[in-house]
């Protein structure tokens, strides 16, 4: 079946800009992660989705970032006043549950923004 | 707080070496450990995981030990080929939770 899927594979805004990035998960799958990899490091937790609900938003940065999920498939990452730090790929994951601690998350390919 | 620290890449093997990519955690409670891998232009996917203490994990000739003495999960395979290339990222996730705590990487290079 279709895998955890991301649009778009690449974005190039300007600093100041509005963005909107979008992950569709693996169809049945009730939770939902975003995580955000700067170049060299490792995937960093941002917010996690339990069905519509967002059940951890620690890991946002600050309130120039923003994620829904509203009818609890296709969720949207909203990144307010872009700024040159916030280049990164944005990682999406999806899992079957509601997060055991042994569940495997299925990743996205990401989506490589880039704040000029 | 939860940490992971992986061995500083990048890691260049000859085909058929003999490899070990040193992962140690810190965390509270038993967590689940993870290794994931990054082939190149692919996403990450999941290579194998242990959910306790004394479990191995193994895939595609990959194994790994979760040793809660040594707060170790080193990765190992025994003749590695250029296949292999790859970033292999180490994690953890909390008993119940759903955050997945991620190491830095490692890069593997192998030469034909």
């Known amino acids: 079946g279709a895998g955890v899927s991301q649009t778009p594979s690449n974005k190039v805004t300007e600093k100041g800009k509005y963005v909107e990035l979008r992950c569709d998960p693996i169809s049945g799958h009730t939770a939902l992660y975003w995580y955000r990899q700067s170049l060299g490091q490792g995937p960093e937790f941002l917010i996690y989705?339990?069905?519509?609900?967002?059940?951890?938003d620690s890991g946002l940065p600050n309130d120039r970032f923003f994620a829904v999920r509203p009818e609890g498939s296709v969720s949207t990452l909203k990144i307010q006043r872009t700024e040159r730090g916030d280049s990164a790929v944005y990682l999406c994951a999806s899992s079957p549950s509601s997060g055991s601690g042994t569940d495997t998350q299925y990743f996205g390919p990401g989506t490589r923004l880039t704040v000029l | 707080g939860n940490s992971v620290t992986q061995m500083e890449g990048p890691v260049t093997l000859s085909e058929e070496a003999f490899l070990t990519i040193n992962c140690t955690y810190t965390a509270t409670g038993y967590p689940s450990l993870f290794w994931y891998v990054q082939y190149p232009g692919e996403g990450l996917q999941l290579l194998l995981k242990?959910?306790?203490?004394?479990d191995k994990g193994s895939n595609k000739g990959f194994e790994a030990t979760y040793r809660k003495e040594t707060t170790s999960f080193h990765l190992e395979k025994g003749s590695v080929q250029v296949s292999d290339s790859a970033v292999y990222f180490c994690?953890?996730?909390?008993?119940?939770?759903?955050?997945?705590?991620f190491g830095a990487g490692t890069r593997l290079f192998v030469k034909a």
């Open positions: 242990a959910t306790k203490a004394d």
């Open positions: 994690a953890l996730r909390r008993t119940g939770g759903f955050k997945t705590i």
């Open positions: 989705f339990q069905g519509t609900g967002a059940a951890d």
